[in-house]
């Protein structure tokens, strides 16, 4: 929703102020789809209202997974660039919403189909948040049968990642303000503590996030243990290296005694063996207060099939996690969600 244009209304309309607070309670709320539906407010302006989209771009494709526990959208900007968000339910009665902040990617990993895409542009704060808002008015909708046994009981969204297309410190302005409204009591009203940022480790990012916002969840995608391994596949780690990054984690955890996730996708035959599994335990350990990181394994997804990256069987993980395990340091397996519907990053904005 665009607030600078509903203002710019309700000021052309003369109309009190507290009008504003009205509007967003019922769009960032009760999630509902045109301001036709606002009861509170005079039917005049209604009427007026009525001709705003509240989003602030057309859906252009809903896949819904066969479990009904995912959707995944795609998005067709003002622009007529296309972004992708993610809706998961990991429990009954969890919803989380996955977000994207850039159209495509400058980071350019070798496995991610984001990157493969390139980079367009950065997303306006309004275009962060209207992708929570769309899910919202979808759970609303009901829309689909398979979504419409599980969602029944609550329609409330639980959590929002920013683990969709793009490099969230690369477009820290926007997100910060995404941010703002996501938390706002009088909007959204997520808790901090339900919102998670990944970054991929650009040098000053997560300076910014303890400056501006230190009570959003902080997961870095580390994927590789070694620099060698991790300058090839993700470029990004020339910038900033293992020992850097150690350095702004350590930063963070003199500011912030709040767990960060290392997420790490395992890549059959390139990061999954025992030794890969110590080399990370060496890392985690490096660190002053390594009981901070939680290291979340992903199983690679792949929907290509000549694709170069093979996902580590589920023993695999399991034998990784328990090695982590049994040495102390915290370690989940993420359940695949979506995989039917192109879940991963950037796979269904990258399809021609
Ligand atoms: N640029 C940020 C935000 C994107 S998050 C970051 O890298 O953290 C997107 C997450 O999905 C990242 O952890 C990324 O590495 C992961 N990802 C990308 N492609 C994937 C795939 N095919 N399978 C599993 N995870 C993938």
Known sequence: MN??????????QKQPKFRLGQIKKAVYRDGISSFAEISTIPKELRSVLEKEKILSFEVEKVLVSKDGNSAKALLKLDDASKIETVLISPKENIWSVCISSQVGCPMNCAFCATGQTGFKRNLTAEEIVDQVLFWKQYLMKHETCNMKQKINSKLKLSNVVYMGMGEPFLNWGEVLESLKILSDPKG?????????????????????????????NLAVSL???????????????????????????????????????LEYIMFSGLNDSEKDAKNLLEYIK?????QLLHVN????????????????????????????????INCTIRRSLGTDIEGACGQLAGKK
Do not use: C
């Not at 607030?3 to 052309?12: G, H, N, P, R």
């Not at 929907?303 to 069987?313: L, R």
């Open 223 to 261: 994927h590789f243990s070694k620099d060698k391994n991790r300058n090839e596949f993700m470029p990004a780690n020339k910038n900033l290296n293992l020992e850097k990054l150690k350095v702004e984690l350590e930063k963070y955890f003199e500011k912030s005694s709040r767990k960060v996730f």
């Open 188 to 216: 959204m009203a997520f808790g901090s503590r339900s919102i998670s940022i990944s970054t991929v480790g650009i040098p000053g990012g997560i300076e910014k996030l303890t400056q501006d916002f230190p009570q959003v």
């Open 286 to 290: 490096s660190f002053k207060k390594p």
């Open 3 to 12: 607030i600078q244009k509903i203002e710019q209304i309700l000021k052309d």
């Open 297 to 328: 394994l992903i199983r690679y997804n792949s929907t290509d099939s000549k694709d170069k990256f093979i996902s580590s069987s589920a023993e695999q993980a399991v034998k990784f996690r328990n090695y982590l395990l049994g040495n102390k």
